[in-house]
């Protein structure tokens, strides 16, 4: 295996060249060991309610991963974490989707509130049916997809997007830093993700990792 091919003189100086064959060894050796590096910024909020033909385009055209549309983009990736890609909703049954929310809500829900100890009585859910005529555009036509959050307490439910910022902004990132966990190299032998995390209320970074 040649490493160094030659030197070539530019002016006054010096430049190296590397074998590629070498530069790509070092790189396939070195990737495995490399950590995820994600930024989560306080605006990066997942939408309570999406309309699944719709987000089947903005898929289709790459325009999913526009930072407009990062709200739905979440919705998208908490499908996934649920075993249930957006491509699947309309080909399994309800009830075989259903309990893959399900699941995954609980999941979701019982990382919430180990760290969100404001309200130990609050319940993740999903809800996803056909649409209603009388419901504002875009709800009103296709799949509706709805996440709700359920107190058990008072027994009631309020829409996602009506909690506090706060809450649906940790919401929103325990669904991306599930996403990123996911989708580490299991080869690894030590935690590789790390992660930005741009806190609103203090305008200040938290890593974690």
């Known amino acids: ?13 010096w430049k190296l060249d590397v074998d590629e064959t070498f530069r790509e060894r070092v790189h396939a050796i070195l990737s495995a060991s490399f950590p995820t590096f994600m930024y989560f910024s306080n605006y990066d909020r997942m939408d309570g309610a999406v309309q699944f033909e719709h987000l089947q385009e903005l898929k289709a055209s790459g325009q999913i ?9 979440l919705f998208s990736e908490f499908l996934e974490y649920a075993g249930v890609p957006l491509e699947d909703i309309l080909n399994v049954t309800y009830e075989t989707f259903n309990a893959r929310l399900q699941a995954a809500s609980n999941n979701i829900t019982d990382q919430i509130l180990e760290y969100w100890t404001q309200n130990p009585y609050l319940e993740v859910r999903v809800d996803v049916r056909s649409s209603k005529p009388g419901d504002k555009s875009p709800f009103n036509s296709g ?20 909690r506090s910022a706060g809450f649906v902004w940790f919401f929103s990132f325990l669904v991306k830093f599930a996403q990123v966990k996911a989708q580490e190299n299991p080869s690894s032998s030590w935690m590789s993700s790390l992660i930005i995390a741009w806190q ?5 970074p938290a890593l974690f990792r």
Do not use: W
Request: hydrophobic share 25%.
């Open 65 to 73: 991963k526009q930072d407009d549309y990062s709200g739905k983009r």
């Open 200 to 204: 609103g209320a203090t305008r200040s």
């Open 1 to 13: 295996m040649t490493v160094f091919r030659r030197y070539q003189a530019t002016g006054p100086e």
């Open 143 to 162: 799949t509706i997809g709805r996440a709700r959050i359920y107190n058990q307490l008072h027994r009631v439910d309020t829409p996602f997007s009506e």
